[in-house]
């Protein structure tokens, strides 16, 4: 499930408060959820961070909570989010903190109540042409109707998102994405296509050099070589 996203009012932030974000985003990426829930509780209080940027630190705070089992925690501070969004006028906010919102459900067994923020979520983004909130929406809606087995579904989800990601040059969120389309086409049977994917998404990935997900896809690969007897 796709979460990403980081402030774009054109207020700069402060080198510290930059540093604080990027210290947070460092430890996501290397599983220290405590330490970027406190780095993101640092930012939510701190008077000197802009308001898009204290948003932000709102929805991650709720994911943090999230990865840490939280769930509870999870949820009132997502809400406190898609108010404070609210209240501000940001519908780009809105439409970010619903898609964190639908993840929670979605992690929670119920795709009903999921699926029905991810759609709120994408009409909010689509009102406003936010183009990385659609990218990243569409390739949550994919993996929703994957659950459900519904693969053309998922497909036609997860080539939105990958044209989205595509003309903003988001080579590591495509190369997420061409994977997931590999996984659909290999439930399908169509394991060429599935093999194509793949190859793609491995080519694609860029500068983040995320291992957990090059390793996802290598474990993929393998699977449909054993797969195919090549």
């Not at 996501?28 to 970027?36: K, M, P």
């Not at 709720?62 to 006028?89: K, M, S």
């Not at 903190?97 to 991810?118: C, F, K, P, W």
């Not at 939105?160 to 969120?173: A, H, I, N, V």
Request: charged share 25%.
């Amino acid at each position: 499930m796709s979460r990403r996203s980081t402030p774009r009012q054109g207020e700069v932030e402060s080198v510290e408060i930059s540093a604080l974000v990027d210290e947070a985003k460092r430890a996501e990426r290397e599983g220290r959820w405590s330490d970027a829930s406190a780095r993101y509780e640092a930012l939510v209080r701190n008077p000197f961070a802009n308001d898009e940027t204290r948003l932000c630190a709102l929805r991650w705070l709720g994911r943090a909570y999230l990865e840490q089992g939280n769930r509870g925690a999870a949820i009132d501070v997502l809400e406190a989010a898609v108010a404070a969004a609210t209240q501000a006028g940001s519908k780009s906010a809105i439409a970010h903190a619903l898609n964190v919102v639908a993840i929670v459900h979605q992690t929670g067994g119920d795709l009903d109540r999921a699926e029905s923020m991810y759609t709120q979520a994408r009409q909010t983004a689509e009102s406003i042409g936010d183009a990385e909130a659609l990218a990243m929406i569409d390739q949550n809606l994919g993996t929703v109707a994957s659950i459900r087995g519904d693969m053309w579904s998922a497909l036609e989800a997860f080539h939105r998102s990958l044209d989205g990601y595509r003309k903003l040059g988001m080579r590591d969120e495509a190369a997420q994405v061409l994977n997931n389309i590999g996984l659909a086409y290999s439930d399908l049977g169509q394991l060429d296509r599935a093999e194509t994917a793949y190859t793609e998404a491995e080519h694609t990935f860029g500068e983040e050099q995320d291992e957990t997900k090059r390793l996802n896809l290598a474990l993929n690969q393998v699977q449909l070589c054993i797969a195919t007897g090549r």
